[in-house]
């Protein structure tokens, strides 16, 4: 579709964002409000905390952001009356009945005005408790087809997943959406009972109440939970596994709108809209490319003809394995990070190991030697400590 059209279609619609202080809907806001307008409508789900309500996170976590600097530029006090009255926080939580929406006039209020919904709340943590996770990408997209159901006027769902809803799967994987108790090892389970999972979920968590465990040990036991039932349906963790139970909440919908479902890879920085480079927190491969600016990291496993799971979030951006270390040796070469003194941290081009075998040589020759030893000394500590 050309790009003109797409600014046309949201042109007078209003539109309902859940998890909107995440990064992807803040870089969705900030597109729509800077490129088109004259849309009529923004809702904004938001979770009130202790801490904050709702319109003070707003401010603090999206307006008031980097990312919006383009136009805050472009319009300047002009903002606050021209296109943020058009942005309506409303405090809710997707893991609730009616998102949380306690309200009942503002609950009509938008089952009337919503011409399209952008479902983008997620927990992405691998190893989230399974009880969260459950309830953001699951039952939350559940809650979400609810209150869908009572738009008069809704043309479009578009819910965010991930790409790795495939798992471990490899090849050509076609594009097409989870049915309903679909498993990916059918082996094991034929049949994935989603009810069964939520009461599993339930009734660990009542469980572990009941005997008054410390909220650090239930938070490692549901932690512990969600990998064991995502490996035993054949997912390898349970964002994975629970983001695919929110596609197969969707499947009824499209008797009443369009579903649009899109699964992107590893998101990192814009790469020209609203400016290059804006990214918030360290995400996904960053952790690696930080561990690396810092001298920690030496090495690198993976095929370098392979092409890396990543995207910009605003466009499409291939990039293979072998390409990474030298653009991230040319950059920190240029733009080294400083150590606790300020001073550069130096670093040399990683090495690449192209295979498991060459990994385990590469730990054996460097690192194997020191572990022995230390394993040595503790074992001879702790005879001496038992002979006194």
């Given at each position: 579709m050309e790009e003109s059209k797409i600014l046309q279609y949201f042109e007078g619609k209003t539109i309902f964002i859940t998890g909107a202080t995440g990064f992807l809907?803040?870089?969705?806001?900030?597109?729509?409000?800077?490129v088109q307008p004259n849309i009529k409508k923004l809702y904004l789900l938001i979770r009130e905390t202790a801490k904050k309500s709702t319109e003070q996170r707003l401010q603090e976590e999206v307006v008031n952001t980097e990312l919006f600097?383009?136009?805050?530029?472009?319009?300047?006090?002009?903002?606050?009356?021209?296109?943020?009255?058009?942005?309506?926080?409303?405090?809710?939580?997707?893991s609730h009945d009616n998102l949380g929406i306690t309200n009942p006039k503002i609950r009509e209020e938008m089952w009337?005005?919503?011409?399209?919904?952008?479902?983008?709340?997620?927990?992405?943590?691998?190893?989230?408790?399974?009880?969260?996770?459950?309830?953001?990408?699951a039952i939350g997209a559940m809650h979400v087809q609810n209150f869908a159901r009572n738009c008069s006027k809704l043309e479009t769902l578009l819910h965010v997943s991930t790409a790795?809803?495939?798992?471990?799967?490899?090849?050509?994987?076609?594009?097409?959406?989870?049915?309903?108790?679909?498993?990916?090892?059918?082996s094991k389970i034929p049949y994935l009972d989603i009810n069964k999972e939520k009461h599993i979920m339930e009734e660990t968590l009542k469980r572990l109440k009941t005997q008054k465990a410390m909220e650090k040990?239930?938070?490692?036991?549901?932690?512990?939970?969600?990998?064991?039932?995502?490996?035993l349906h054949g997912w390898p963790n349970t964002y994975v596994f629970t983001k695919a139970i929110g596609e197969m909440m969707l499947e009824n919908f499209k008797d009443k709108a369009k579903v649009i479902i899109i699964r992107p890879t590893i998101i990192t920085s814009t790469y020209r809209e609203p400016f290059p480079g804006w990214i918030e927190g360290v995400r996904t491969l960053d952790s690696?490319?930080?561990?690396?600016?810092?001298?920690?990291?030496?090495f690198f496993v993976g095929d370098p003809e392979s092409k890396l799971d990543m995207i910009g979030s605003s466009r499409q951006n291939p990039v293979k394995y072998d390409e990474v270390k030298w653009l991230m040796h040319r950059y920190?070469?240029?733009?080294?990070?400083?150590?606790?003194?300020?001073?550069?941290?130096?670093?040399?081009l990683p090495t690449n190991l192209n295979s498991m075998a060459s990994f385990h040589n590469y730990?054996?020759?460097?690192?194997?030697?020191?572990?022995?030893?230390?394993?040595?000394?503790?074992?001879?500590?702790?005879?001496?400590?038992?002979?006194?």
């Open positions: 809907a803040k870089i969705f806001l900030e597109k729509i409000l800077r600097r383009v136009l805050r530029e472009e319009y300047g006090k002009d903002l606050n009356f021209v296109l943020l009255p058009k942005v309506i926080p409303i405090s809710g939580d997707v009337q005005e919503i011409d399209i919904i952008v479902n983008s709340a997620a927990t992405t943590k691998f190893d989230e408790r399974y009880d969260i996770a459950m309830g953001i990408n790795f809803v495939h798992g471990t799967k490899i090849g050509l994987i076609p594009e097409k959406p989870y049915h309903m108790g679909e498993t990916l090892d059918a040990e239930i938070t490692q036991t549901m932690k512990d939970l969600g990998i064991e039932r995502a490996k690696i490319f930080a561990a690396y600016g810092k001298g920690k990291l030496k920190l070469a240029e733009n080294p990070l400083l150590d606790s003194q300020g001073k550069p941290i130096k670093v040399g730990i054996a020759i460097h690192y194997l030697p020191f572990l022995q030893h230390m394993h040595q000394c503790k074992t001879k500590n702790q005879s001496c400590q038992a002979s006194s």
